[in-house]
T-cell receptor, first 115, second 110 residues
């Protein structure tokens, strides 16, 4: 399977704990994105990487959130001191990059439940 | 911020065409209309996009009005597997992020 893969698919954590999610994009894709989706809503943009450089962070990404993409390959999204409001589906996507970049490919997401 | 308006839900009979409307009255000249869908418990999936001409691929057809203020996604022969939330998104040529609204929940009934 050469699609975008995310790990874990589900995570249940206690409030106050730290969690880390991993995303493996399609191998030749330069761009990588993280989105968050709560129940009944469309995905909301969190952050964007061009290769290893994080070029944009949404104001939704509080200082408890950090994302990395070392060597421009896989990416991790860490949430420190989780809160119940962090419960959501976290989606990763990747695309080729370059002018006219069209299609973004999404992973199946990591569903986080903070109890 | 979403720049599109879609009906919250619609039903369709299996085997019939599904016509999904989208209004984007503030679209500017260099912005494209994109459609994605999200089947339950999966990530969004790209369907089709267009600028001003009608487009067709193996999944769907996209009809954009001449003034570009609205469009219609057509699923020619809906199947039960097409039950999903469909998102209409306006995106600039060099934009990299997608601004999703609430979409249209399409239920295909046997």
């Amino acid at each position: 399977d050469t699609g975008v893969s995310q790990d874990p698919r589900h995570k249940i954590t206690k409030r106050g704990q730290n969690v880390t999610f991993r995303c493996d994009p399609i191998s030749e894709h330069n761009r990588l994105y993280w989105y968050r989706q709560t129940l009944g809503q469309g995905p909301e943009f969190l952050t964007y990487f061009q290769n290893e450089a994080q070029l944009e962070k949404s104001r939704l990404l509080s200082d408890r959130f950090s994302a990395e993409r070392p060597k421009g390959s896989f990416s991790t999204l860490e949430i420190q001191r989780t809160e119940q409001g962090d419960s959501a589906m976290y989606l990763c996507a990747s695309s080729l990059g370059g002018r006219g970049d069209t299609e973004a490919f999404f992973g199946q997401g990591t569903r986080l439940t903070v109890v | 911020d979403a720049k599109t308006t879609q009906p919250p839900s619609m039903d369709c009979a299996e085997g019939r065409a599904a016509n999904l409307p989208c209004n984007h009255s503030t679209i500017s000249g260099n912005e494209y209309v994109y459609w994605y869908r999200q089947i339950h418990s999966q990530g969004p999936q790209y369907i089709i996009h267009g600028l001003k001409n009608n487009e067709t691929n193996e999944m769907a057809s996209l009809i954009i009005t001449e003034d570009r203020k609205s469009s219609t996604l057509i699923l020619p022969h809906a199947t039960l597997r097409d039950t999903a939330v469909y998102y209409c998104i306006v995106r600039g040529y060099n934009d990299y992020k997608l601004s999703f609204g609430a979409g249209t929940t399409v239920t295909v009934r046997a």
